[in-house]
């Protein structure tokens, strides 16, 4: 006797060897044996042999007509058997049975089982309704296939052009867009960014990078709304001064100009004048929505997203031959010994006769020039004035941070500047703390410091930037925190630092002055006028969101400027380059800020010089593969190895990202600029605090 059978949701034959109460020992036909209860037999029969039965049944079952069988099945319950003889019009024959119980099994959408062997016909409309979306299926299923062909043929589907950035950034895996997409790739054994840069969906690998970027940062676009520029009040006085801006020939946004009146009795009132949008924006206006919502100017090489709409950057930003509003900080100093007699600040109008450039001043403005009066340019004794206050600001700075248990900061690091035109590429190595940028810079402490210190005093909160060792002791990490009162910027030397001289290209610096212009103007009254008020949940959400975005705008920049050292290796044609040891298998190029990682680097000593096969690199991926080819003995000259890393993190760039410390948007604020360059002497101190200090 053979069994026709159910195993696990599965139909199964077999030869009855014996059988023992309820239940019966089968052998396959593989020879296997197993025991089957009586319950999970659906058919016993004499012939034909359990294999032959069971091909035969399969023949039934694709035989069937389902629609017919429904439509005699009718809508009670019913058992395989008495349907059979309905469907066939005689009592099914074993292989007859057995084809209709797989029939039956295979068609849930038809017929609902009800246990073993019984079934009950699917209602009328929810047949209809489960047909229908059957064909539906099948339908995308085709649609589906002809978009793999169409993408696997090196073409873009019209139904996914306007939805490219979704499908690679944040998809929605049950769309028929998605599931050719995945199939295509799968196919093709590449990623969905690699297909859509080959069918066309994106034009380039940096078009690639920054469509990321704009769909995680600027969802709703990076564009302006049409917005009214508001004029800055017009009762303001006009300062008798002819300020002066020093910065990179690509900036538009000019937040920054400096003056100097010279006194009686060797004494000098230096202003530095800062553009003031925040004399004409209020809090919750539609610019400070805006600007609310952006943060801060997003820099990369060879472009921006700024933080203001053109209209009102134009209107603010101190421009050669405008007199434009400003909140100006006056120092009078006391030349024979720098001593700051007293501080003023005001709000004003401010001539700015005359926007320096680096570009044209760095040939003949070095310290040599300087000490010797040699040369001739624009505003010659005013920069040899400001060179000599900036090197007495600096060295207090030092003897501060000194204070504070950190080293100096190490003058001969080198930055990177880049410069894109039309695709090409340019990057420039410059050394850190050029007298030009030590002006700006150290000008940009002083107000930070000495405006903190103004909105402390008067009971005012402001942003603050703070920096000092975080939890854990003689091993702690230096950490930059964003504050609402005021504290220690270690790594810079002062006792408080507030962001407030780049107002055009950070929120915070326009809180900040506006915090500021309430002090300048009522004084002892400003914590009752000011727009933010101590404990301010307003005022704590800026930071919040500020620290996020910031920190998103920093790894983007990082990967834009990685981006584009890898195109420079192919836009210059090497095949052999120059590197550095920065840490272990961590490599820095000598011409331009690229670091990489070389698996299997030899032990070479921190700031050894190598050369390398430049094998392959992926503009994509941002990735570079190397081989080793040789290992100096000395470290390059001029360059300081010690100090390269952030934080001793070398490891960064396994993330594919650049240390900040090694390059600098030329069109940046001179102060992240500084704040950067002494967080890497900091980051030196941290690892020199790695080793425990020797007792006694």
């Given amino acids: 006797m053979n069994v026709f059978f159910e195993e696990s949701g599965d139909f199964k034959v077999g030869q009855v060897l014996s059988t023992a109460g309820e239940a019966y020992q089968v052998e396959m036909a593989s020879g296997k044996r197993t025991k089957v209860k009586a319950k999970d037999v659906l058919l016993q029969y004499d012939k034909p042999a359990p294999e032959e039965l069971l091909e035969q049944a399969r023949a039934v079952a694709a035989d069937v007509d389902l629609d017919f069988l429904w439509e005699v099945a009718g809508q009670e319950e019913f058992g395989f058997a008495e349907l059979g003889a309905e469907y066939f019009g005689h009592a099914p024959l074993p292989a007859e049975a057995a084809g209709l119980i797989l029939a039956l099994h295979t068609a849930p959408v038809y017929f609902h089982k009800k246990g073993r062997g019984r079934y009950k016909a699917a209602p009328e409309q ?7 979306g059957i064909e539906k299926k099948k339908q995308q299923a085709i649609v589906q296939q002809g978009y793999v062909d169409e993408l696997k043929a ?5 139904s996914m052009a306007g939805i490219v950035h979704q499908l690679l950034f944040k998809p929605d895996k049950n769309t028929i867009e998605f599931k050719a997409l995945e199939a295509a790739c799968n196919e093709l054994h590449t990623t969905p960014a690699r297909l859509m840069l080959a069918v066309g969906g994106i034009g380039s690998a940096k078009d690639l990078h920054m469509a990321r970027f704009l769909f995680e940062s600027f969802p709703r676009g990076h564009g302006f709304p049409e917005v009214a520029v508001p004029p800055p009040p017009a009762n303001l006085p006009v300062a008798a001064v002819e300020a002066f801006s020093i910065d990179d020939v690509t900036t538009t946004e000019i937040d920054d100009a400096m003056s100097i009146v010279h006194l009686d009795g060797g004494k000098v009132r230096i202003g530095i004048h800062i553009a003031a949008p925040g004399l004409a924006i209020r809090p919750d206006d539609a610019i400070d929505k805006i600007a609310r919502a952006r943060l801060s100017t997003v820099y990369m090489p060879g472009d921006k997203i700024t933080m203001l709409p053109d209209s009102v950057v134009e209107a603010y930003t101190l421009a050669e031959g405008k007199t434009c509003p400003a909140l100006s900080l006056y120092a009078t100093l006391d030349t024979a010994d720098w001593t700051v007699i007293s501080t003023e600040t005001r709000a004003e109008m401010v001539p700015i006769a005359n926007n320096l450039r680096h570009n044209d001043l760095d040939d003949v403005v070095n310290e040599e020039t ?16 400001l060179w000599a206050w900036a090197q007495h600001l600096e060295a207090g700075r030092m003897a501060k941070r000194e204070a504070f248990g950190l080293r100096p900061e190490q003058n001969n690091r080198v930055d990177f500047n880049f410069y894109v035109e039309d695709d090409v590429v340019t990057i420039t190595r410059r050394k850190r703390g050029a007298p030009l940028d030590k002006i700006v810079a150290e000008m940009m402490i002083f107000a930070n410091s000495t405006w903190g ?27 930059v ?22 107002p055009l290209r950070r929120y915070t610096d326009l809180v900040n002055q506006w915090q500021i212009l309430a002090v300048a103007e009522k004084g002892v009254m400003a914590p009752l006028v000011a727009p933010f008020k101590h404990k301010d949940a307003n005022l704590f959400a800026i930071v919040s969101a500020f620290d996020a975005a910031y920190a998103a705008y920093a790894d983007f920049q990082a990967n834009m400027e990685r981006y584009w050292c890898l195109r420079w290796l192919g836009q210059e044609n090497k095949h052999q380059v120059d590197a550095v040891v920065l840490k272990d298998e961590v490599l820095r190029l000598t011409d331009i800020p690229l670091v990489i990682r070389l698996p299997g680097m030899p032990s070479a000593a921190r700031g050894a010089a190598v050369k390398l096969d430049v094998i392959r690199w992926d503009e994509v991926d941002l990735t570079i593969e190397t081989r080793l080819l040789e290992i100096q003995e000395a470290a390059p000259a001029a360059v300081d190895f010690e100090e390269e890393e952030e934080e001793g993190d070398a490891d960064k760039t396994l993330a594919g990202e650049t240390v900040p410390e090694l390059v600098a948007d030329p069109d940046q604020p001179a102060d992240e600029k500084a704040e950067v360059a002494e967080a890497a002497a900091d980051a030196a101190d941290a690892d020199e605090a790695a080793t425990p200090p020797a007792a006694g």
């Fill in 453 to 479: 210190k103004l909105m402390h005093d008067h009971g005012v909160p402001g942003i603050y930037r703070s920096q000092g060792r975080g939890v854990g002791g003689w091993n702690a990490k230096m950490q």
């Fill in 154 to 158: 090196d073409r873009l589907p019209p």
């Fill in 370 to 385: 300087l000490a010797s009066g040699e040369g001739d340019y624009p505003r010659k004794a005013e920069l040899t004035l």
């Fill in 126 to 132: 929810t047949l209809k309704a489960a047909l229908a």
């Fill in 481 to 502: 925190r964003m504050l609402t009162h005021a504290a220690p910027h270690e790594g810079l030397g002062v006792d408080q630092y507030a962001w407030s001289t780049s």
